[in-house]
């Protein structure tokens, strides 16, 4: 059993940055080999890729941020961020922390506005 816990999400304006962070518990011994990823989900929207790292270092984003996000890891603390920057309005939406292939966070909330 892993849970996954997130934090950092908030309201922030245009041209802002935020730092999620995600924290794996329960049974983490082998967190860095897992693949971990980020996801978001706005209102009346799929749920789509942001971010994820996969072990040997590859890191894959979704071309919507690409540039202005960083996906990274502390495998000694079990927990993956997701550096936001330039955040946009489009930005907004609920993310969540994933680790594959089975297991979700709950989610926090990203509010881009003036």
């Known amino acids: 059993q892993v849970q996954l816990v997130e934090s950092g999400g908030g309201l922030v304006q245009p041209g802002g940055s935020l730092r999620l962070s995600c924290v794996a518990s329960g049974n983490t011994f082998l967190f860095s080999i897992w693949t971990m990823g980020w996801y978001r989900q706005a209102p009346g929207k799929q749920r789509e890729l942001v971010a994820r790292s996969s072990t040997g270092g590859k890191l894959r984003y979704a071309d919507s941020v690409k540039g202005r996000f960083t996906i990274s890891r502390d495998n000694g603390t079990s927990t993956v961020y997701l550096q936001m920057n330039s955040l946009k309005p489009e930005d907004t939406a609920i993310y969540y922390c994933?680790?594959?292939?089975?297991?979700w966070g709950e989610g926090t909330q990203v509010t881009v506005s003036s």
């Open positions: 994933y680790k594959y292939t089975d297991t």
